[in-house]
């Protein structure tokens, strides 16, 4: 083999620590970098740029608070809504009881046992009203405010002496039947829904039947839950039952007939009778003469007439019409007692004058629910001939809308009320200039 034709021989390569050192140019670091000088300069620049930026919010210069908000407010608060101040006394912090009592009362909790050793703290106005939730009604909590206690409330209070101790939800078994439909209506009055609502047409005495309810029970504009105004013999029966007033037995008056008062007082029912059958007398000097019913004897006398059919109206009057609707509870002075009826509304109690509301641990709107018919709620009326009936609506009644809607109107704010507004006082009324003066003192 020729010399040319030989492979070379392979030398082999040293690779040391000194001679891959000598490959690495030890002066990078002072040449000129371009990426690297801009990273170095926004380095410093970028939390300078960020702490000036977040000045003009701090410090509310122009609205830059704005950034810092969470939303609307509710719509009683809507004034508030760009004076945060108002209620936040510091930045970044929650309101506290002091802001809100600032304005309103928060008078307690209706129930005395309430036990807040038991609950290991004092709950907090912004703890179950919740704002910057939208245009919200700040009153319509979360039920997990009320079930937190009401789901057990034995472990959260003391002397509990409720039914419904354990109350989780507005459900069948979660919730107790409403305690009025276990009563009765004592009141000393006769009333006959069922007459009044036939199921079938009729006219009496020239008084088409049925009647509807809203003939007698009308809600009352000017309350804030149109409540039912007090059923009134004057207002609401005399146009049908004006002749259980009548007391002319034997018919001798005429056309100057005229019905007795509507009073409880018996004292004044008797003076008027004397005096129409004395005025009566006067124009026609000979009534004495005519028998008075199947006596044909002619009276004495003028007085001993009038001391006859006066005896003989109230007769009349107070043994048969009067008792059509009243009860009496005794006798004074020859006349009867009738029992005092009290307004009609609520749950009459012999001995007071106001009668108690239905629902006593609820509240309840008729003009919330003016759309709905009568007697989708108050089913039992065109069935009831006693006044003993509590014709309230029961709890399935309202389960239809309120039981599992998926909505608002499932919460217990709907029909309960945290704060005991009986003990609401107050508070000290201000100018209108003076109050937007506190909150927005730039606008004087």
């Excluded at 740029?49 to 000045?55: E, K």
């Excluded at 020859?334 to 006593?360: C, D, N």
């Excluded at 809308?401 to 709907?414: E, I, R």
């Amino acid at each position: 083999m020729s010399k040319e034709d030989k492979p070379l021989d392979y030398e082999r390569r040293i690779q040391d620590t000194k001679s891959v050192a000598q490959r690495v140019d030890l002066d990078y670091l002072n040449k000129p970098n371009r990426f690297r000088d801009l990273r170095r300069k926004l380095t410093w620049l970028a939390p300078l740029a960020a702490a000036a930026g977040i000045v003009p919010f701090l410090a509310g210069i122009g609205g830059g608070e704005k950034i810092f908000s969470n939303g609307l407010i509710s719509r009683s608060h809507a004034i508030f809504e760009h004076k945060c101040s108002s209620c936040h006394t510091g930045l970044f912090t929650s309101v506290k009881d002091a802001a809100c009592k600032s304005c309103h009362d928060g008078p307690p909790h209706p129930a005395k046992s309430v036990d807040t050793a038991k609950l290991n703290f004092e709950p907090g106005c912004a703890q179950c009203h919740l704002e910057h939730q939208g245009r919200t009604v700040l009153a319509e909590v979360a039920d997990g405010n009320c079930t937190g206690c009401h789901s057990n409330l034995t472990a959260s209070a003391t002397g509990v002496k409720i039914s419904g101790a354990s109350i989780s939800s507005f459900r069948e078994g979660k919730h107790p039947e409403f305690p009025a439909v276990k009563l009765t209506d004592s009141r000393p009055l006769k009333l006959n829904h069922a007459i009044h609502m036939p199921a079938e047409p009729k006219t009496i005495r020239n008084i088409k039947l049925p009647m509807k309810c809203g003939d007698c029970h009308v809600t009352d504009l000017n309350s804030p839950a149109s409540d039912l105004i007090p059923v009134t013999f004057e207002q609401n029966c005399r146009e049908c039952h004006k002749r259980e007033l009548e007391f002319d037995v034997h018919q001798v008056l005429g056309a100057i007939s005229a019905p007795a008062p509507h009073t409880k007082d018996p004292l004044t029912i008797h003076a008027h009778i004397v005096e129409t059958y004395q005025r009566a007398l006067t124009a026609n000097p000979f009534l004495p003469q005519r028998p008075l019913g199947r006596d044909f004897t002619p009276a004495a006398s003028p007085a001993a007439w009038l001391e006859r059919i006066v005896r003989d109206s109230e007769s009349f009057l107070f043994d048969r019409k009067c008792k059509y609707c009243h009860e009496y509870e005794g006798q004074k002075d020859g006349f009867p007692v009738i029992a005092k009826v009290a307004p009609i509304r609520g749950h009459f109690q012999p001995a007071k004058p106001e009668p108690a509301a239905w629902l006593l641990r609820g509240e309840f709107s008729h003009r919330a629910h003016r759309a709905v018919d009568c007697a989708s709620c108050h089913s039992g009326a065109k069935s009831s001939s006693k006044t003993a009936d509590v014709l309230i609506p029961k709890m399935a009644d309202c389960l239809i809308c309120h039981g599992a809607s998926g909505t608002h109107l499932d919460n217990c704010s709907q029909c309960h009320l945290y704060h005991n507004k009986a003990r609401e006082s107050d508070k000290d009324r201000r100018p209108v200039e003076q109050l937007l003066g506190r909150l927005f003192p730039e606008a004087h």
